[in-house]
């Protein structure tokens, strides 16, 4: 187990290291030199040289390389090169409002779509399953801003019952938060509802062919009986791992959300930092981002491991 | 937005424990048949696409209006003039939504393209190559996983640019990892079947291997990625154009659109639907696309039941029943009357079966596969597979009324209570997350006792049926195969139980394993005075467990009788066929004569030790092997699984390297230089146990006879050398294996188990090889089959002057084909020696413990 923890964590900080460069080479090393960026081609190097030292361009790459990510480590991403803005303050309160609204919009999701997939599943012969099925396909088709913009066309704009965007901190007034929070928490979850029901489905269906599903009928269990005290918990393993890989999907899916209620997420400021080709800005903020979902990857492999006794070194 | 199919499930790797040299019965033929007939999902996906792909095309030369055009009145609801309306500038929302699929189109085209075609080369390349080249390739596919494409087009467009260019080229970069999964787990699935060995053995290269056997397999698998990551490529593009960083304006773009449309909602509702349905049906059409195509390219989804093998069952037997002389058993414990099984398109399992059970009885039921003795027991119980109807009775002891009119939760109080069952395969009848003892427990709280009590007996009943101390708090797989068939047998006598059933309980257990477990079953149902049923396809195995004996052929009875009266004086024609099938007896005459003893041995092994590492942990897989094979020697080798026998016909027919000794095969040192391995490969050719995965599913058999002969290192002075010679060659192969003619034009699933195994036999023999191979050749067939591959190769290994080695759990079918046998255990030789000698004075007391264990037929 030791040794297992340990081969997963070096490959963590491997793919973490190999990431990380990438984002720097992408957004630091191929767009040029960012006083260049910030001042334009007609500024003195005297100038240039001063901007340099002011944001700690002046080393070599490899040095600024090896700060940036030092700064990752501690906490401390820099400072805006457009806006002068301190990023670690203001990246760590849009990563809370996505935070949020990904983990509501994932329970809304599993609420969903554990109970409707397994009914698929159970039913497949029949009417009922068949329909569940095609609903699901259906939704796993409908693009999340869709259904976001006839939220507000319905509940904001017609039945007036909901602001149609914005944000209020649940610190601020926690029955505003929920007003606000909860149409786009739903289009983010609807789509994942669906999106996660297939995969419920498929791995119920996987599960009622298993033998030892018909040992336990063959003990005394009721079919649906079996499938619930020994189905659902085996037919967990795989959906744990679809969890994990959806709420990373819905760290960078939440940008499209964000924009159609103006929720000011991560994905706003990505976007607003683009907008203004703050290239230092969007530089950390998909590092935070990558990393969240490396480490949504790491954390899916070690729940794995837990919830399956095969996979646990036998002593 | 993720699809369900592409996102990397990690799924657990094989259980390492499965032994791979299981022995089951064969269920019928593998589901690789193809259900003919039409995927509802298929078209409608196709017609969903189709409808995209035509609109794109005529928005090229026509549209109602100018989609760019802003000439109309703002903001119209859909009319007669403008079906459906106008946008803020007026201009025609039907047209702009027939030119926006243009760009769907062309993004998802271009992303899919570069996706499929930098990842699957990749994926194919990791899967078949492995070691350190395919883990780097992998996980540099990993890393890229932490850039989905959405995030991918963002970072690219605040460098590059946001537009149509980096829209395609980011979905395409994030969609690669995708695909290089899907192509390398297809990839190493192919690359572990027998037919790629098959293939290497026949000297093919890795280029033709990939060309012949990898790509036309993960084809379809590659096809359904295709079409899913369309899909997301659809959604994506949308996503962006919604961002304002997809196609810039004033090219019409669904996205694009529908972001527009915000500003108008309440009032232009239309604005938004109109692209936003569109944007669903393309998707919804590709996912569908990507479903249907995965039904059909998936053999596991269109398995329909069991379906009895054509042609190799004589024909001319009749299914009328004979001696239904039944004992007069006053109550029966188990009692069957007129039970008919049929699918729901009404074919027949099983028609009328009846049959009884006494209190303290032992009632065998024989069939070969297809028969229909799993779902007469199935039916019993009330565990029918969906699809399947039983009707007529089934009466317990001490249970009023016909079972088969209980419903689910009546039944289920009776199951593990008055009637229980073992199942045939141990490795998979057991939940693989709950330790071992609290299932057992659970079969006795199920049925009214209390958690303490039950926990008790489950660590008693686990003693009791010969488990070591602690073993209650073992998980399955801390369990081998015949320890894990020990906790099912407690489960199913936990509660004492008036009937056990018992379906092919030892088929999938070593001999000796096997020996013992009929033993405890025979015991524990006597102590218990329960009624057994006891279902097999050997009838050795009857001889020695069962009082009395059914008789089941193509789901009829057709003789019952006590064991003594059937077995010694048959009366129906196909109980005599299977009696007679069932005994090999020893081969009589020697093919080496003693002259030739002297001369250089073909096959040399000596002091060879294989070690490999699993798990960090280092297993010995051989221990220090010697043995000589002489020309024209018929070698056997017998053992039980991991005694490392197939190990060792690995190595001498140079598939795997020794990790210390030598070994000479037909000449050649191995490990030997390529070229050198080439005159092996000429010579020394393979057949594989399983029938159905040794032949390539998508030739002919043909293609797949003919195989070896395209080399031309393979084809020996004056053979076939041009492709009609080689046609005539493969025709004369499959002529001397006993098949007809017209095969070579039809397909491997058209054929049943031991004429697909002739076929590997053809394959094996065509280019003329001086030894032949055969690894368990007959044990996944049925019993009357078995018989005949055997005397096939024997007459085979006669007629080309063929150096025979045989590899074997059965010591009756070494000895009934061999005239040499060695006797492996935990790698190494215990005794070699001429067949008759090491059968009837074994030397070393593990060959005793072996030949005892094996069932002998008592008649």
Redesign the interface.
Known sequence: MARHLASHVAQLVATLLVATAAIFVLLRVLPGDPAVVALGIEASPEALAAWRAEHGTDGTLVAQYLEWVGGLLTGDLGTSYVTSQELTPLVADRVQVTGILVLLGMLIALVVAVPVGTLAAVWHRNAGGVTLSTVSQVGVAVPNFLVGVLLVALFAVRLGWLPSGGWVAPVEGFGEFWRHVLLPAVALGSVQAAIITRYVRSAVLEIMREDFLRTARAKGLTFTGALVRHGLRNAGVPIVTVVGVQIASMLIGAVVIERVFAVPGLGSLLLDSVGNRDLLAVQSIVAVLVVLVVLLNFLVDLAYTLLDPRLRRAS | ????AT???????P?PRTPTGARRQPAGPRPEARRPGVHPQLVIGAVLVGLVVVTALVSLVWTPFDPEHAGAERLLSPGAEHWLGTDRFGRDVFSQVMAGARITLLVGLVAVGIAAVVGVPLGVLAGMRGGRLGVLLM?GS??L????G??LA??????YGAGTVTAMVALGIGSIPAFARVARSGTLQVMRSDYVVAARAANRGERAIAARHVLPNIAGTVLVQCSVNF?IAV?AE??LS??G?GTPPPTPSW?RM?QE??QF??VA?HL??VP?VA???A??GF??LG?GLRDVFDPRLSAVGPHAPAGERPSSVSAEPVGTTRPSVETPALDIRDLTVRTDSGRALLSEVSLRVGPGERVGLIGESGSGKTMTALAA?G?LP??VVATGQVGLAGVPGNLLERG??AL??????AL??V?Q?PM???????RVGRQVA??MT??GATSRTATRRAAELLAEVGLPDGAARR?P??LSGGQRQRV?LA??LANDPAVLVADEPTTALDVTVQRQMLDLMVRLVEDRGAGLLFITHDLAVVSQVCQRVVVLLDGVVVEEGTVAQVFAHPRHEYTRRLLAASTLEPRTTSSVRSEDRVAEPLIRVEDVTRTYQS??QAVHALGGVSLEVQEGQRFGIVGESGSGKSTLLRIVAGLDRATSGRVTSAGVHLPAAPHELGDLRAALQLVFQDPYGSLDPRMTVGDIVAEPLLNPANVRVGGPRTASARRDAVREMLDAVGLPLDATERYPHQFSGGQRQRIAIARALVCRPRILVADEPVSALDVSVRRQVLDLLARLADEHALTLLLVSHDLGVVRHVCDHVAVMRDGLIVEQGPADQVYDHPQHEYTRTLRDATPVLRR
């Open positions: 937005m993720t699809d369900p996102v990397a499930v990690g799924q657990p790797p259980d996980r990993d890393i996983l932490a850039f989905p959405l995030l963002i970072v690219l467009g605040a460098v899909a959604l949308a996503g919604f961002l960083l996205g529908l449309s915000q909602l309440g509702d938004a639907i936003g944007i669903a049906v998707v919804l996912n569908l479903d119980l565990l969906d699809g689910e939760r289920a109080g009776l199951r593990g209570e229980s069952m199942f395969e998979t009848a057991l939940n693989p997350l709950l659970e079969t199920l049925h998980y797989h801390e099912v489960m199913a798990r960090g």
